[in-house]
């Protein structure tokens, strides 16, 4: 049987609101921060705005009932939170929140808004590719917390796919001091983890098994996108 995730345990947050649901959508929404942020930024041509945008629309997520329209069944968090992201950006929230600041009223809740009009082509792939980034910072994150030397971690790091420009086997073995198939053997023990790691963050924010593939798919065909690498 699937085990519940943080995706279907916010569906009983939405029902009953105890706690360790709360804490599961909270842990989501922390999760997706950077690339709700990200979004954003690019959005409004790196605007200094984008970071009060993102802070305030994760509070007003937090408060609002659109959780309860969400189909858990059988949607994934990512495509929730792209819809909900939407709704700021084709109803102009910051000219709304400044409005609302200026009058002392309260800003407009997310659920009063209108609902959107479908993302285009270039607003989905915007986000994914945030979201992709945001699944292997959260892998990388959770590895580097794990590994017991942070030097060895911070040589390793750098034979992992897409990481920067990799030095030669021989010569990144000789700084650590271990010969060349000892530390073969810890690159690719650290390329199974991060493979662990990035299938372990895509479990949180799916409901159903056969999600789990459908979205690693995803990710690995965004992340190697000739046309619109990150």
């Given at each position: 049987?699937?085990?519940?995730?943080?995706?279907?345990?916010?569906?009983?947050?939405?029902?009953?609101?105890?706690?360790?649901?709360?804490?599961?959508?909270?842990?989501?929404?922390?999760?997706?921060?950077?690339?709700?942020?990200?979004?954003?930024?690019?959005?409004?041509?790196?605007?200094?705005?984008?970071?009060?945008?993102?802070?305030?629309?994760?509070?007003?997520?937090?408060?609002?009932?659109?959780?309860?329209?969400?189909?858990?069944?059988?949607?994934?968090?990512?495509?929730?939170?792209?819809?909900?992201?939407?709704?700021?950006?084709?109803?102009?929230?910051?000219?709304?929140?400044?409005?609302?600041?200026?009058?002392?009223?309260?800003?407009?809740?997310?659920?009063?808004?209108?609902?959107?009009?479908?993302?285009?082509?270039?607003?989905?792939?915007?986000?994914?590719?945030?979201?992709?980034?945001?699944?292997?910072?959260?892998?990388?994150?959770?590895?580097?917390?794990?590994?017991?030397?942070?030097?060895?971690?911070?040589?390793?790091?750098?034979?992992?796919?897409?990481?920067?420009?990799?030095?030669?086997?021989?010569?990144?073995?000789?700084?650590m001091h271990c010969s060349l198939g000892?530390?073969?053997?810890?690159?690719?023990?650290?390329?199974?983890?991060?493979?662990?790691?990035?299938?372990?963050?895509?479990?949180?924010?799916?409901?159903?098994?056969?999600?789990?593939?459908?979205?690693?798919?995803?990710?690995?065909?965004?992340?190697?996108?000739?046309?619109?690498?990150?």
């Open positions: 049987m699937f085990p519940p995730t943080p995706w279907t345990l916010i569906a009983a947050a939405t029902l009953n609101g105890d706690s360790a649901s709360r804490q599961a959508l909270e842990k989501m929404c922390a999760i997706y921060r950077p690339a709700v942020f990200d979004f954003l930024s690019r959005k409004l041509s790196g605007s200094p705005e984008a970071e009060d945008l993102t802070q305030e629309f994760f509070v007003h997520l937090l408060e609002s009932r659109l959780w309860q329209r969400a189909d858990h069944e059988k949607g994934r968090f990512r495509n929730f939170l792209l819809g909900a992201v939407m709704r700021v950006v084709s109803n102009d929230w910051r000219q709304r929140s400044a409005q609302k600041r200026g009058s002392g009223a309260n800003a407009t809740s997310l659920e009063d808004l209108p609902e959107p009009a479908a993302p285009s082509v270039d607003d989905t792939l915007l986000f994914d590719r945030a979201w992709a980034q945001a699944m292997l910072d959260a892998a990388l994150i959770r590895i580097e917390s794990e590994w017991t030397d942070p030097e060895e971690f911070a040589v390793l790091q750098r034979f992992l796919p897409g990481g920067e420009e990799t030095p030669a086997y021989a010569q990144a073995a000789e700084s000892a530390f073969k053997s810890k690159v690719l023990r650290l390329r199974q983890r991060y493979r662990e790691c990035i299938e372990s963050e895509i479990v949180r924010t799916v409901s159903r098994p056969e999600d789990v593939a459908a979205e690693l798919a995803h990710l690995q065909r965004v992340l190697m996108d000739p046309e619109h690498p990150l």
